[in-house]
């Protein structure tokens, strides 16, 4: 069984991208796991595309592995595109999801509704030791609300109203959230460049 | 006659500034004329507010001047905002405008025209040494081009072509640019502001 390498520790991630990877017979190795856990991506890249495919080069070059890497974010219209690639680490290097959402909602709170249109992105890039490589882009529409709603997803789901429905994704079950999500549309995506590459489903 | 600081040593810069802050009196001095010129802000914010407000702030605090900082970019919507924040920077710290212009191009060469929708933004932080902060925003609105035009300007003027004209950036005239332009726009909004504050003009 050929194992690959996800350039993360974070589970929920892994278990997203690991529901996609079965079918084709790969295992799913978080970083820590590939003896690649020390070390620390600098995540500079001015687009979800870049940074997505240094996380990936950068363990694949380390563990000699297959690696796959997701980059992702919220990108709202009336903040320039912010927190975007900094959508980690908005309130700084410290924050966590409620700092990060608490500056968020101080942001937006003077703008009216209609205009705090805003996406989800998700760039997820798999590299193989020969260089190749395949990238997949996911987006999910939706609205920035000001009270954060539901207990579910992470990072700013309570705060996200996607287009269409009138629940933040903290309100959704995750199975609803990954049918939509922009990280599982960027795995359909993977799926089918799988696919397309000639991979067969087990 | 009071001295203000300007938290950067980009001639053009400064030349623009001056003309909105010499009518209330104010002499200007470049980073490097105040002593601060060994100081490199890091400007690691998530927005154009914050980075513009570090910039003064640091520079303040190190001369015990009134400082004035401009932060400003350019917001491509079909990138997600990029290269946003990231402007400066686009193709590595080591990147010139050239490069940066470059990398632009590729990026947007498979976008069709009509979803090439851009701005650029110029926010100015005005700090005093009492802590007291003046913030001003200016935006234009305007579409990209992946073939530079023009000898004038800087950045990516050559790739920029403001809402109902058809010529970019680069084809402007200095009085004319400054006239529309993110930066113009946000040294009028400091000067109603300081008139406001009771500043009057000489």
């Avoid at 495919?53 to 000699?64: D, H, Y």
């Avoid at 592995?65 to 009336?78: E, F, M, N, Q, R």
């Avoid at 009270?147 to 609803?176: I, K, M």
Wanted: charged share 30%; net charge negative; glycine share 10%.
């Amino acid at each position: 069984m050929k194992t690959i390498v996800v350039s993360t520790n974070n589970q929920h991630k892994i278990q997203e991208i690991e529901q996609i990877t079965k079918p084709f017979g790969f295992q799913l190795l978080s970083k820590s796991e590939a003896g690649a856990g020390d070390i620390d991506v600098v995540e500079d890249g001015a687009t979800f595309e870049e940074n997505s495919r240094k996380k990936a080069e950068e363990i694949m070059k380390a563990t000699g592995k297959i690696t796959i890497a997701d980059d992702s974010g919220l990108v709202v219209d009336c903040l320039d595109g912010a927190p975007g690639v900094y959508s980690a680490r908005f309130a700084g290097v410290d924050g966590d999801d409620e700092a990060n959402n608490r500056k968020l909602i101080e942001l937006l709170r003077p703008v009216p509704f209609a205009e705090r249109t805003a996406r989800f992105v998700s760039v997820i890039t798999m590299v193989w030791p020969s260089g190749e490589t395949l990238q997949a882009r996911g987006e999910v529409e939706g609205h920035m609300v000001t009270e954060a709603r539901g207990e579910g997803g992470f990072g700013y789901d309570p705060l996200f109203v996607p287009l269409g429905s009138d629940r933040t994704f903290g309100e959704y079950s995750p199975e609803e959230k990954n049918a939509i999500s922009h990280r599982g549309r960027a795995l359909q995506k993977l799926h089918q460049l799988l696919v397309e590459k000639g991979f067969g489903e087990a």
